[in-house]
């Protein structure tokens, strides 16, 4: 039933129909081109079979037939509401409306988006379109999903706003065929997340999450017909937010990959793109080792004989592909392993398998494909060669070797490559998921999933039918959810509404999933034995044929069948079903990859524990890959292993379990779709094919959608905007200014249920429309019925105003005719007389002119004629004999080269006769020769010739074959060796029987010996290599028992100090104790360093270990081919690869369980706790060469494993000695009481020694270092003065140091030897008693007099530490002023490295230009002080000349005297001169005072009190104690002053920078701190309107020219920071205050809104009209606050023109989103609101300030909507839109929306007119459309000195800056 149905059937009546389709209808007519065309009724419909139509493209009549009357044609919408942005705005919602919506859109305004309800609809363009920039992001974020333009970026920022809002998950399900652009769709939405979710933490993950997509797209992406960029596997990528809405993580989850493109593409398709990248890149160095060849030259890449892009560089995609490695932490060893398994891939399927005798298959011994696939795979060759072509099949007791015939091998080949690139894909996949998991917590997530779209082909296989059937799970949630929206828009306004039955498609699904549907029966049919594609389609037939309504049967088909999905109807083709259903490889091929010598190859094809798998008993067996049955083959896919069997889970099942989980995810999370569609097949870019459009709209949901909107009430307005629209239908009574609802309520029924009371029925019909809370409901159809009222009301009215006006337009042009008429006839007499009588006057006079004119005239043509006759006679004769004369020249030299020539031709041709004899004689000797090679080849090769050789090569057999015996009775007992020899006797006489079996086996054993002796030469390569390892790492136990030993001895000693000496030197001693510890831990860290890297080379061995046990498994399988020529050979059972226990470690349980353990408990060995040794393997019955290989591999093991387990040992015992020590802490000394001895005197000694030693080394190695960081002593290659004091001190101190030094260990040694003498004495003479020895106190007398010299010395000591420490601290003083002039010179040569050669010389000048300025000001000083001396000098000579007059020399000579001895008793002592207390314009504060300062001035200061202050008073205060340093010469002082100025001020900005009017009060104080310090510097550029007193006050000590540099930078600071904060709070009123207010009554714009626009339409109309007004306000009280404060009127003037630069560009780049604003009414009333704003510029005198012209676009994009817009107005919109760019006045022509049906849409000519005439004015085209909001202009801050004094500044008491003193 379509949309049609349902508006004939519930809403016209048949009373209705005649008043609908009545002459001059618009409708829709069926085509089977173009799908619906456009025509027009030429008659009334009343019930006819025919009605007469016109079609609109071509004009052409035609009679179109009406089967039934419920089935009338589709009507047409009103023409404005054609390209809305919303399907479900248009009144009648029908598939041709939406088709032909989509189309006009699309190529006539270039959106290739379209929001159809809660669907967004993207056609893809086939066009890089510059619709995604990081601008249009910025713009998206934050809005309403109806205020704008669809786009994806919206439905990314609706999901992430539910999000972020409500803590709910989001779904972006992307979906559409292959080419419609989901991919790319899925990329941008993905990228929109990453911006706007991107974590201010430089985490980069929203970067990994975005680096993932090249590689995905490398190795999943392919070219296909349809799409050069197609996914073949779906994904969906779960985006994890944080609780602060920042990305944190993601995940990916991928679904059927489609591995059959490895082999096979059909034609014009390519490969994956990987392969392609590693062609385009096989000349690079590290990719030569691949032997890369092109794409045409790989069989699995030549298929579609398409091998390039347009337009794509492969080259350059891989890499892009490996930075994105790079950026996911993949290493390069990794990243270099996957290409060259790609590359393993390309070869593989170059390798030839052709067919041999019998039902077998063999492949070239010279296949070089082959050779290089196993050698970058790391695996033999001879085993692949073998495996390829044979299998293995594995019985009870028994293994039998079955050859495969040539498809069977083929299709093995093709089936292992699939796996493989299958295995990678999955690791990659893995490896990125790994990348972007994050350690936090996720609390929400985003998931986008791009997954394939329905697909339905010729043929249509197995990968068809899992699409289909996701496609159906993903529509049936779709339509759950687009029901379940309408059904709660209804109940939210209270509207009662009939709910509809809408498609269902359970019984679809349950067809496909349910118990015994087509995966259950595809599963089942899987497991039987014999098994085949054509049981399993009988099955089906049986099963659901006739009882399935969307199952059906072909009729010429008993291999396929048909399912009816909701998109359409697909037959599928049950061949390769089972197969890919299976999806199996051959277990020999596997096992063959698992022993590769490359890790990473081995660990893609480990055995892993799969979820899937079903065990049909309870085990933990691992299972193994299953052996391929041939094409149309049978075969089962079970396994038995030992005594239980497990279930490898099929592909379906599989699938199926997979999209069970999306599903349930999908259901978790709030979805939002995007339906991609495909404009066209041939990928041209704006090429619309109907056809192809709505298979897709029918497929893709899009029109189910609109079913469901048109069977309710699919118009919706609010009751203000109806009321606003369709007023003009209502008359005055019918108005209710109070209540909206009541006016719609009288209008609506006066003018729809007015003509229903004319009926019959009377109001029986009130179902056209329904009243809600906040919007009025109509059915389909009634909107458009209300705009033809309205149309036909204003066209009633627009006559009555055309008619009054042409005819007083017709009585006024008469008048003036009339006027006309009578003044031209009074003029035209008057002229017509003068112009006769001037004819007669001229006539006479042209009379006599022309008579002398003629005869002067007839004699100058004689003269001229004569002389040009004379003239061409001389040069035609002149002529004539030049010719002659070069004539006779010519022939003359012809005869000269013809000579010349012939013999020259002559010569040649001897030359070349005779070249050509030569040729002859050599050609004929060449042939003769080989003549002569070719019967000697026939000789050598007779058959006496091959005996001779046979010969040889038996008996060198058997040489080899004695040299293998010799090797082997060194191992065996004499019997053994006669047993061997004769079973090789036999073996060689059964070789000889025949020739070819002979060569055959001759070159297998040599193969096997050659490799035999190569297997014994790694692993003796690998013994001796143990053994080196195993003697370092004895020396290394050796040297770490040293090192511990001596540490422990260095321990005891330190013990022994420490209990000795006193409490300084034990503090001294601590530190000591931690270098020691410190050491310890480092000797520590390094033994158990080196233990991890030998239990990782023991695990390397192990692994070694199993994967040449693997190689040796399969030489035995090889071996076994070798000695069984004539057909199956049997294997006993207990040597199989499953019963090689002991053997196959690697695939053993417990070697699993053995690496998931951790260091302590894994097993070291055999003889261990963990494992016991394995018994020895029981004898076999097979050769004896089997024999000796095993017993050699197991003894090496064996021995291996030993010596590791004695390394490994020792290395727990060093262990265990380590703890011990760190647990004792420092060694226990010996007993006291024992007697020291002259071992102890020497470690006493020795460790006194060292003790000092140690702290000097420490502490000249600090001083050292830290002088040498700090200061450079050598300059120019002398030391400075600096350097050469503090060498000397050092020298000094380190002498007197070792002077005390040895003072204390003579004393030392002396007590020493003193108390062994003593004790010695004693026990010789006295029986041990030492008091004897000690009568007289003598030693008592000598202890104290020890004493007392100890405590002298130790007060010695103890001075000149003190003087070491001052002279330090002198030496960190001058190293500190050095450093700091060090700094200060390497920051002035850092910046002239970093300037260019201009710069540089400028910055030298300026460099060198303050210096000098510095020099002066000092010699400026001292002439200041010199001059004030000599006026002192002067005074006093007067005073002195004075007192002479008056005779008072005796007096004068007793003050000299007085004066000559003051100085030599108090020299250097100031006087104290009173002088007059001033006030000078300056501030002292104390040092401590500074903090307070700051904080009472900037940090307490509020805006309130400052404005009752003099404006800028804290900048003029802080510029008083700066004045107050520079008097003091106090440079420290100045330099903490003005730091912790500008740290304060940022301090106080950051913190209340949400309050305007602090941060403009610092603004301006800041700017008046910077204007203070130029005005009073000193330099005369800024001196010329200063007063004397002002000049007096200038700065005479200090240059702040850097400062004041600081000082800009941070006023820019503080002016970026306040207009960061203006526009984001005049942010949200610019759109309504610019745009949306509508301040002009009667020019209305609205129109009906969609779905998406439903949501912001509740705002009030008072509201609205109030928000220019709320604008102005900002505008008034950023304007006053500026005033108010005294911010310099130039940077209040750059503070509005940034303000309007905002206001404009914000404005416009929502005018050039929004579909809606762009009409003729929108640009009137814009430019009304702009002119608002121009006037209050004018009105606060800021229109100089270039405010004004910021608004220039948004000014010229308004006057382009209320311009005409016909072809004569090009030129003039041109000059108009200067402002404008190429892009934007495109954009909002295409945009332009009449509102009424009296206006005309832009045609298309026009537009392209427009361009063309743009593209010749402008040359440097700009395609930018969006305007940079964040552009900044440059501040500048102009010199605005103050006229105050500073000595005429007082500080209130306000500012409780009591502490400060006036100087």
């Known amino acids: 039933m379509t949309s049609a149905d349902l508006y004939v059937q519930t809403f016209l009546k048949e009373s209705e129909i005649g008043q609908v389709y009545v002459k001059g209808a618009r409708i829709w007519v069926p085509d089977a081109e173009n799908v619906w065309l456009g025509a027009e009724l030429l008659e009334n419909y009343t019930g006819q079979k025919k009605i007469k139509i016109q079609l609109e493209d071509n004009g052409e009549e035609r009679e179109f037939e009406i089967k039934d009357k419920k089935r009338l044609p589709h009507l047409r919408n009103p023409e404005i509401l ?102 790319v769709s899925a990329k941008y939405a993905m990228r929109y997340f990453a911006m706007v979710g991107g974590s201010q933490k430089e985490t980069q993950v929203e970067q990994k999450v975005l680096a993932s997509n090249p590689i995905m797209e490398a190795i999943g992406n392919a070219k296909t017909t349809r799409n050069d960029n197609s996914s073949r596997f779906g994904k969906y990528i779960e985006i994890s937010f944080n609780k602060n809405n920042e990305i944190i993580g993601a995940h990916m989850r991928t679904y059927l990959l489609e591995k059959s493109r490895v082999v096979y593409q059909a034609a014009e398709e390519r490969n994956y793109h990987i392969f392609y990248q590693l062609c385009a890149s096989k000349d690079l160095p590290e990719f030569k080792k691949y032997c890369l060849l092109s794409p045409d030259d790989f069989y699995y890449t030549s298929h579609g004989q398409a091998p390039e892009i347009d337009g794509v560089d492969d080259g350059e995609d891989l890499v892009s592909v490996r930075e994105a490695f790079t950026m996911l932490g993949i290493s390069e060893k990794d990243q270099m392993m996957i290409f060259q398994i790609q590359s393993a891939v390309l070869h593989f399927g170059n390798v030839k398998i052709r067919e041999a005798d019998g039902e077998s298959s063999e492949i070239k011994k010279d296949d070089k494909h082959l050779t290089i696939m196993c050698k970058l795979l790391g695996i033999e060759e001879s085993q692949m060669r073998m495996w390829l072509c044979n299998k293995k099949i594995v019985t009870v007791g028994e293994v039998l070797t079955k050859p495969l015939t040539l498809t069977q091998a083929s299709f093995a080949q093709d089936a292992l490559a699939k796996h493989i690139y299958a295995q990678i894909f999955d690791w990659i996949v893995e490896k990125i998921n790994k990348a972007l998991q994050s350690g936090a917590k996720s609390t929400k997530f985003i998931g986008v999933l791009d997954i394939y779209g329905f697909e339905t082909f010729e043929i249509n296989s197995f990968e068809q039918f899992c699409i289909n059937y996701a496609n159906e799970k993903l529509q049936q949630i779709f339509n759950m959810h687009v029901f379940k929206l309408e059904q709660e828009e209804y109940v939210r306004e209270a509207i009662e509404w009939s709910f509809i039955d809408f498609y269902d498609n359970q019984p679809c699904i349950d067809l496909i999933e349910s118990k015994l549907g087509i995966l259950d029966l595809l599963d089942e049919e899987c497991k039987m034995p014999k098994g085949s594609d054509e049981n399993w389609c009988q099955k089906l037939y049986d099963k659901h044929l006739g009882k399935a309504k969307h199952f059906e049967k072909p009729r010429m088909s008993r291999s396929a069948f048909i399912i009816n999905h909701f998109a359409d109807r697909v037959e599928y083709q049950a061949d390769g079903f089972l197969e890919k259903n299976r999806d199996t490889v051959l277990e020999e091929n596997i096992n063959i990859l698992r022993a590769s010598e490359f890790e990473l190859v081995a660990e893609l094809f480990e055995e892993k524990v799969d979820p899937n798998e079903k065990k049909s008993r309870a085990g933990s067996a691992t299972t193994h890959p299953l052996r391929q049955a041939p094409k149309g083959g049978r075969g089962s896919n079970k396994k038995t292993v030992g005594s239980q069997q497990v279930q490898k889970a099929t592909v379906g099942d599989q699938f199926r379990e997979s999209l069970h989980k999306l599903m349930e995810t999908l259901n978790a999370t709030t979805p939002h779709y995007i339906r991609c569609i495909k404009p066209n097949d041939t990928k041209e870019a704006f090429i619309f094919e109907p056809k192809r459009a709505v298979e897709q709209l029918r497929a893709c949901g899009v029109l189910e959608t609109i079913r469901i909107s048109a069977a309710g009430y699919p118009s919706r307005w609010t009751y203000p905007e109806f009321f606003q629209r369709y007023r003009v239908l209502a008359g005055s009574k019918d108005i209710n200014r109070s209540d909206q609802r009541k006016t719609c309520e009288n209008v609506l029924t006066k003018v729809i249920q007015g003509n229903v009371k004319k009926t019959p029925r009377g109001l029986e019909d009130p179902d056209k429309y329904r009243f809600g809370k906040t919007k009025i409901f109509f059915r389909a159809g009634q909107v458009a019925y209300l705009e033809k009222l309205r149309s036909d009301k204003l066209k009633a009215c627009g006559i009555m105003i055309q008619k009054h006006v042409k005819g007083w337009l017709a009585r006024r042009r008469y008048q003036r005719i009339i006027k006309s008429i009578t003044l031209l006839q009074k003029y035209g007499r008057g002229l017509l007389a003068r112009r006769h009588a001037k004819f007669l006057r001229e006539t006479f006079a042209a009379t006599r002119i022309q008579k002398h004119w003629k005869g002067y005239k007839a004699r100058s043509h004689y003269i001229k004629v004569r002389k040009a006759t004379v003239i061409i006679q001389s040069a035609i004769r002149g002529f004539f004999g030049r010719i002659l004369f070069k004539k006779e020249l010519h022939e003359h030299r012809a005869i000269t080269i013809q000579k010349l020539v012939r013999s020259w031709l002559a010569r040649k041709r001897y030359k070349r006769v005779m070249r050509g004899i030569v040729l002859l004689q050599s050609h004929f000797r060449r042939r003769r020769a080989k003549k002569e090679l070719k019967q000697l080849k026939i000789e050598a090769k007779s058959v006496e010739h091959i005996k001779n050789v046979n010969k040889g090569l038996e008996n060198k057999i058997i040489q080899l074959q004695q040299k293998l015996d010799a090797k082997n009775k060194e191992g065996m007992t004499i019997k053994e060796q006669e047993v061997y020899i004769k079973q090789l006797k036999t073996e060689m006489e059964k070789l000889r029987s025949s020739s070819e079996e002979a060569k055959k086996s001759s070159n297998k054993i040599t193969d096997l010996i050659q490799q035999i002796k190569d297997l014994q030469e790694e692993l003796s390569k690998e013994r001796e290599e143990k053994q080196v390892l195993i003697s370092e790492k004895e020396e290394l136990v050796k040297e770490h028992t040293q090192v511990l030993s001596k540490m422990a001895e260095e321990k005891c000693k330190l013990k022994e100090e420490l209990e000795e000496a006193n409490l300084k030197l034990q503090q001294q001693e601590t530190s000591t104790d931690d270098v020691l510890k410190r050491k310890l831990e480092e000797a520590t860290q390094q033994l158990q360093a080196e233990f991890d890297s030998e239990r990782g080379h023991h695990q390397r061995l192990v692994k070694e270990h199993a994967r040449l046990q693997q190689r040796f498994e399969n030489l035995q399988s090889e071996m076994q081919m070798v000695t069984s020529p004539h057909g199956h050979k049997r294997t006993p059972s207990d040597i199989s690869a499953i019963s090689l226990e002991s053997y196959t470690s690697s695939a053993s349980p417990d070697e699993v369980k053995y690496e998931e353990e951790g260091p302590e408990d894994k097993d070291q060995g055999y003889g261990t706790k963990k494992k016991k040794k394995a018994p020895a393997p029981p004898v076999p019955t097979a050769s004896a060469m089997e024999k000796e290989m095993k017993d050699v591999d197991v003894g090496l093991i064996l021995r291996l494993q030993n010596k590791m387990k004695e390394i490994e040992q020792q290395k727990t015992k060093l262990e265990e000695r380590l703890r011990q020590y760190e647990d004792e802490g420092h060694p226990q000394t010996g007993n006291s009481d024992a007697v020291i001895s002259n071992s102890a005197f020497d470690a006493l000694k020795m460790q006194e020694l060292q003790n000092e030693n140690d702290k000097l080394k420490r502490e000249v190695n600090k001083l050292m270092k830290s002088i040498s960081e700090n200061v450079s002593f050598e300059k120019g290659g002398t030391n400075s003065p600096a350097g050469k004091e503090f060498m000397d001190q050092f020298t000094a101190m380190a002498d007197e140091l070792d002077r005390r030094r040895e003072e204390c260990l003579q004393l030392r040694a ?259 701190l910077l204007h203070t310090l130029k005005q009073y510097s000193g330099e005369k550029t800024f001196q010329s309107e200063n007063t004397s007193r002002q000049n007096e006050h200038c700065l005479r000590n200090f240059d702040l020219s850097e400062y004041r540099q600081v000082f800009s930078d941070l006023a820019v600071w503080i002016f970026q920071t306040m207009i960061k904060y203006m526009e984001e709070v005049i942010q949200p009123m610019v759109v309504p205050a610019v745009l949306e207010h509508e301040a002009i009554a009667g020019l209305s714009a609205s129109k009906p809104s969609g779905m998406r626009g439903r949501s912001s339409s509740t705002q009030d109309e008072d509201v609205r009209e109030l928000s220019l007004d709320t604008l102005m306000k900002s505008l008034n009280k950023y304007n006053q606050v500026l005033s108010q404060h005294a911010v310099d009127p130039e940077l209040v003037k750059q503070v509005f023109r940034q303000l309007y630069y905002y206001i404009g560009s914000n404005a416009l780049n929502n005018l050039l989103l929004r579909k809606d604003m762009c009409n003729w009414s929108k640009g009137m009333q814009i430019r009304y609101n702009l002119s608002h704003l121009e006037q209050w510029l004018r009105d606060n005198k800021l229109n100089e300030s270039g405010a004004q012209s910021t608004l220039e676009p948004i000014t010229q994009a308004s006057q382009l909507l209320q311009a005409r817009k016909s072809e004569a107005d090009v030129d003039s919109i041109c000059e108009m839109c200067s402002k404008l760019t190429t892009a934007q006045i495109v954009k909002i022509l295409n945009l332009y929306t009449p509102v009424d049906e009296f206006e005309e849409r832009v045609p298309i000519s026009f537009i392209r007119k427009i361009q063309e005439r743009l593209k010749s004015t402008k040359k440097e085209e700009d395609n930018t459309l969006l305007i940079d909001t964040k552009y900044s202009f440059p501040v500048t801050f102009p010199f605005n000195p103050s006229s105050l004094t500073l000595d005429s500044i007082d500080v209130p008491e306000a500012l409780h800056l009591d502490f400060l003193t006036r100087v």
């Open 1310 to 1568: 002396m007590l020493a030897e003193k108390s062994i003498t003593t004790h010695a004495i004693a026990k010789e003479s006295y029986g041990g008693n030492d008091d004897l020895v000690n009568e007289d106190n003598e030693l008592a007398l000598a202890y104290r007099t020890q004493k007392e010299l100890n405590r002298l010395l130790e007060n010695q000591l103890q001075k000149t530490e003190k003087d070491i420490k001052k002279k330090e601290e002198k030496l960190k003083r001058e190293i500190k002023e050095l450093k700091t002039e060090n700094e200060a010179a390497q920051k002035i040569i850092n910046q002239n490295l970093q300037l260019g050669p201009e710069a540089k010389i400028e910055a030298t000048m300026q460099h060198e230009i303050t210096r000098l300025t510095s020099e002066n000001l000092d010699l400026r000083e001292k002439a200041d002080k010199q001059a004030d001396q000599i006026r002192k000098m002067k005074k006093m000579l007067k005073v002195y000349a004075k007192k002479l007059k008056d005779g008072d020399v005796a007096e004068i000579e007793a003050e000299l005297e007085k004066d000559d001895k003051q100085k030599k008793t108090e020299d250097n002592v100031a006087t104290v001169k009173h002088l007059d207390r001033t006030y000078m314009g300056m501030l002292e504060y104390k040092k401590e005072d500074e903090g307070r300062l700051i904080k009472c001035l900037i940090m307490d200061l509020k805006p309130k009190v400052a404005q009752g202050l003099l404006p800028g008073l804290p900048a003029y205060i802080l510029f008083m104690c700066v004045r107050h340093t520079d008097y003091i010469n106090d440079d420290e002082k100045v330099r903490t002053l003005l730091t912790n100025t500008i740290n304060g001020i940022k301090k106080c900005v950051k913190k209340h920078n949400k309050e305007l009017e602090r941060v403009i009060l610092w603004l301006a104080n800041t700017c008046r």
């Open 82 to 183: 054609i390209g809305e942005n919303d399907l479900t705005s248009l009144s009648y919602l029908n598939e041709p409306e939406v088709l032909y919506n989509l189309k006009v859109r699309f190529l006539e305004s270039n959106c290739i988006y379209t929001y159809c309800g809660i669907v967004l609809v993207a056609i893809n363009p086939y066009e890089q379109l510059p619709i995604y920039g990081n601008e249009l992001i910025q713009m998206y974020s934050g809005q309403d999903m109806g205020t704008m333009d669809p786009h994806i970026f919206a439905v990314a920022e609706e999901a992430f706003k539910l999000m972020s809002r409500f803590d709910k998950n989001q779904s972006i399900i992307v979906s559409g065929e292959s080419g419609a652009g989901k991919t």
